[in-house]
């Protein structure tokens, strides 16, 4: 899932980091993305369709038909 190949990295690109994992799996890899971020001077761009994941963030940025909009959708609770 996560493969950085160098020390204390300035930016890490990350695209749907819990496609394919289980729900443990995929919070233990963004935990670790997220630690990543906590090392400055680290930046991590983050993609996603997964709202379960959108917590770790500390700005989300929703964009729609190619567009960025002003806000996300709010989301629907059962």
Do not use: F, W, Y
């Amino acid at each position: 899932m996560l493969t950085l190949n160098v020390t204390e990295p300035k930016i890490v690109l990350s695209d749907e980091p819990t496609a394919s994992l289980d729900s443990h799996s995929g919070r233990d890899g963004v935990n670790l993305i997220q630690q990543l971020a906590h090392q400055p001077p680290c930046t991590v761009l983050l993609v996603t369709h997964d709202p379960r994941i959108l917590d770790i963030a500390k700005r989300n940025l929703h964009i729609e038909d190619g567009r960025l909009c002003d806000r996300a959708p709010v989301q629907q609770t059962a």
